[in-house]
């Protein structure tokens, strides 16, 4: 047998010193310990934010005992609180919806404007007293309608009974009484100086059914209706202005017309009467007024300040727009300029500290 070359021993021998040199690394390496990770750059080792004075504070949770879970520590549900009723601001202006709630006495076909030459409230000497209604000028045998649903408690004539200041001053004349929705308390309308009644006492008539016809009766001269509104009680102390109350008419272009009503006040809220009151429809900053009126407060005690507005002047059928209101009071000028809105009722209150 031929010995092994020196060559091939030389090979055998290098190939055992390698092997032995790894098994030697590998043992040392497993019984060193596990060097730990470096601390994040973000985070120092404190648990401070770099740059922080103070460790961020750490927040217990409650407790089941320390949580409240009375009623009192419960806040209640919103309530879903109803509209108020139409009445009284506390602003200088307000913008409310108003009680237009009544129909127009006469038919389209006639002539449903009101006489603004004789305002509710208006003193006439011919009868010594404030008018308590407003007029509609049209010919006799003209039907007047039922502004609303209702009952008829009065038909015929004042010559025995005064449904008014004194007798013989409403000819004849109509009554209803209205349970309306929208009001707690009852309202009365008066249709006076008919030629003609149409309807007698206990009878329910419709919004728009005919009660009478125009005429001339009792103390007029000349063929008109007078048309009151009274709420709470059918007795003339508890008149209201019915251009607060009939449905607003539309102006030329057929947009709804409003209304406004104002009440003027000294510091301790007594209600004052001015003479004149300036009314001007507003074209524009610099421009002329388009149109005027005037008025006049109320010249009775008794029929200002009545609810639900407390006015003691008004004026409805108004296009809408702004409106600038003048009057003088003991030499002072006094102005306020207004919105009137379609078929809204815009009340604005003068408090004078005269």
Same mark, same amino acid.
């Given at each position: 047998?031929?010995?092994?070359?020196?060559?091939?021993?030389?090979?055998?021998?290098?190939?055992? %010193?390698?092997?032995?040199? +790894?098994?030697?690394?590998?043992?040392?390496?497993?019984?060193?310990?596990?060097?730990?990770?470096?601390? +994040?750059?973000?985070?120092?080792?404190?648990?401070?934010?770099?740059?922080?004075?103070?460790?961020?504070?750490?927040?217990?949770?409650?407790?089941? *005992?320390?949580?409240?879970?009375?009623?009192?520590?419960?806040?209640?549900?919103?309530?879903?609180?109803?509209?108020? &009723?139409?009445?009284?601001?506390?602003?200088?202006?307000?913008?409310?919806?108003?009680? !237009?709630?009544?129909?127009?006495?006469?038919?389209? @076909?006639?002539?449903?404007? %009101?006489? /603004?030459?004789?305002?509710?409230?208006?003193?006439?000497?011919?009868?010594?007293?404030?008018?308590?209604?407003?007029?509609? =000028?049209?010919?006799?045998?003209?039907?007047? $309608?039922?502004?609303?649903?209702?009952?008829?408690?009065?038909?015929?004539?004042?010559?025995?009974?005064?449904?008014?200041?004194? $007798?013989?001053? /409403?000819?004849?004349?109509?009554?209803?009484?209205?349970?309306?929705?929208?009001?707690?308390?009852?309202? !009365?309308?008066?249709?006076?100086?008919?030629?003609?009644? +149409?309807?007698?006492? #206990?009878?329910?008539?419709?919004?728009?059914?005919?009660?009478?016809?125009?005429?001339?009766?009792?103390?007029?001269?000349?063929?008109?209706?007078?048309?009151?509104?009274?709420?709470?009680?059918?007795?003339?102390?508890?008149?209201?202005?019915?251009?607060?109350?009939?449905?607003?008419?539309?102006?030329?272009?057929?947009?709804?017309?409003?209304?406004?009503?104002?009440?003027?006040?000294?510091?301790? #809220?007594?209600?004052?009467?001015? +003479?004149?009151?300036?009314? *001007?429809?507003?074209?524009?900053? #610099?421009?002329?007024?388009?149109?005027?009126? /005037?008025?006049?407060? /109320?010249? *009775?005690?008794?029929?200002?300040? $009545?609810?639900?507005?407390?006015?003691?002047?008004?004026?409805? @059928?108004?296009?809408?727009?702004?409106?600038?209101?003048?009057?003088?009071?003991?030499?002072? =000028?006094?102005?306020?300029?207004? &919105?009137?809105?379609?078929?809204?009722?815009?009340?604005?209150?003068?408090?004078?500290?005269?």
């Amino acid at each position: 047998m031929k010995p092994p070359s020196l060559r091939f021993i030389y090979l055998i021998s290098s190939l055992l %010193i390698i092997v032995s040199l +790894s098994c030697t690394t590998l043992t040392r390496l497993s019984s060193e310990p596990e060097e730990s990770l470096p601390a +994040s750059p973000f985070v120092e080792p404190s648990g401070e934010m770099p740059g922080a004075d103070t460790p961020l504070p750490e927040i217990p949770s409650p407790t089941p *005992e320390e949580v409240d879970t009375s009623p009192e520590a419960t806040p209640p549900p919103a309530e879903t609180v109803p509209p108020a &009723e139409p009445g009284p601001c506390a602003e200088e202006v307000c913008i409310l919806d108003g009680y !237009f709630l009544l129909k127009r006495p006469i038919s389209p @076909d006639g002539r449903n404007t %009101i006489v /603004y030459t004789d305002r509710f409230g208006s003193y006439r000497s011919a009868t010594r007293n404030a008018l308590r209604g407003v007029y509609f =000028l049209n010919s006799s045998g003209t039907p007047v $309608l039922a502004s609303a649903d209702g009952e008829v408690v009065v038909a015929g004539d004042d010559s025995q009974m005064p449904y008014g200041p004194r $007798l013989n001053m /409403y000819g004849n004349l109509v009554i209803l009484k209205h349970d309306l929705s929208a009001l707690s308390q009852p309202l !009365f309308t008066l249709y006076a100086h008919l030629s003609q009644v +149409s309807v007698e006492v #206990g009878e329910t008539v419709t919004a728009g059914d005919e009660v009478g016809l125009v005429g001339m009766s009792g103390d007029v001269s000349g063929s008109i209706l007078l048309f009151e509104v009274r709420l709470g009680e059918n007795h003339p102390t508890a008149a209201r202005n019915p251009e607060l109350w009939l449905e607003p008419l539309s102006d030329d272009t057929g947009q709804l017309q409003g209304a406004f009503a104002g009440r003027v006040v000294d510091s301790n #809220g007594k209600l004052l009467k001015i +003479s004149n009151i300036v009314v *001007e429809r507003l074209a524009g900053s #610099g421009l002329p007024a388009i149109d005027q009126l /005037y008025l006049k407060t /109320y010249s *009775e005690n008794s029929l200002m300040g $009545l609810d639900p507005w407390e006015e003691n002047f008004a004026a409805g @059928d108004l296009p809408a727009g702004e409106y600038q209101i003048s009057f003088y009071y003991e030499g002072d =000028l006094q102005q306020r300029v207004v &919105e009137v809105q379609r078929g809204r009722l815009t009340l604005v209150i003068f408090e004078l500290n005269k």
